[in-house]
């Protein structure tokens, strides 16, 4: 039943029905997403916890890295838990006021997954181009202020968005066909106007994530130039290997990002609903569960404090034994 206070037409709470059209299949489609969730809690959790305590991680790169880590435990712990109550308890009802906080969350830290994106693409552009100037250039107050930009400007664009979607009258239902509170799929339960949502929605993403791809090509093109500039092949090898895990991340945020915003405009009609709702969660928990697995293997300096850490535990028991 919808709860609606006659004055504003606010319904009380939304009802997520999952993903429409394969709801006899949720049981199955969670098992890949809550291992997923468990690999990138575990992972992000890890990477903090040797960043935090490794002194040779005490470098911007890893600071920068730190910041990805934080931001990707936010953002998939906004969702992925309640799409499994979804999937595994049928626990789909969420507060008006819920559905915001988590609208909120994700949009604001998205946005913060793309900014700390950028700012790391700056950061292999300074060590390759500057190498003697490193670590003048990113001192650690740099990184800080830097990190804080990223995160107001996300928290900044995104609170207008909550209170446009807060002022909406509500009179088509409270049926969300999503797994969690998209702004559009709530924006269309209204019967007010919402070209003012399209159209700020539409702004974000292009303050975000347009600024950040402009200068995290910018910055690779300039590493490009500098990398081919180098004198031997061994020099040109070793300087863009210190960038292999960053381009990846890159491609595991942006590829389904791109995907997400293509398709709800120019193929709407064409691709079913549930593609789309699987992709919208793939964006949001790919990141977070391949980013610690990539920097673990690609990163030399990463890979040596586990091996160090696990070689650490074995001797440890040989004493005990």
Known sequence: MIILNQTDLTPASFI????????????????????????????????????????????????????LSLTDLVMCTTTIPKALCIFWFHLKE????????????????????????????????????????????????????????????????????????????????????HTYCDHMAVAKLSCGNIKINVIYGLMVALLIGGFDILCISVSYTMILWAVVSLSSAEARRKAFSTCTAHIYAIVFSYSPAFFCFFSHRFGGHKIPPSCHIIVANIYLLLPPTMNPIVYGVKTKQIRDCIIKILLGSKDTKSHSM
Not at 55 to 66: E, G, I, N, R
């Open 16 to 67: 997520l029905t999952g993903i429409p059209g394969l709801e006899d299949r949720h049981f199955w489609i969670s098992l890949p997403f809550c291992t997923m969730y468990v690999v990138a809690v575990v992972g992000n959790c890890g990477l903090l916890y040797l960043i935090r305590y490794e002194d040779s991680l005490h470098k911007s790169m890893y600071y920068f890295l730190a910041m």
């Open 94 to 177: 969420i507060s008006f006021d819920e559905c915001l906080v988590q609208m909120f969350f994700i949009y604001a830290f998205t946005g913060m997954e793309s900014g700390v994106l950028m700012l790391m693409a700056l950061d292999r552009y300074v060590a390759i181009c500057y190498p003697l100037h490193y670590s003048t250039i990113l001192t650690n107050p740099i990184i800080a202020k830097a990190g804080l930009a990223t995160f107001l400007r996300g928290v900044l664009l995104v609170i207008p968005l909550t209170f446009i979607i807060k002022r909406l009258p509500y009179c088509r239902g409270n049926i969300i066909h």
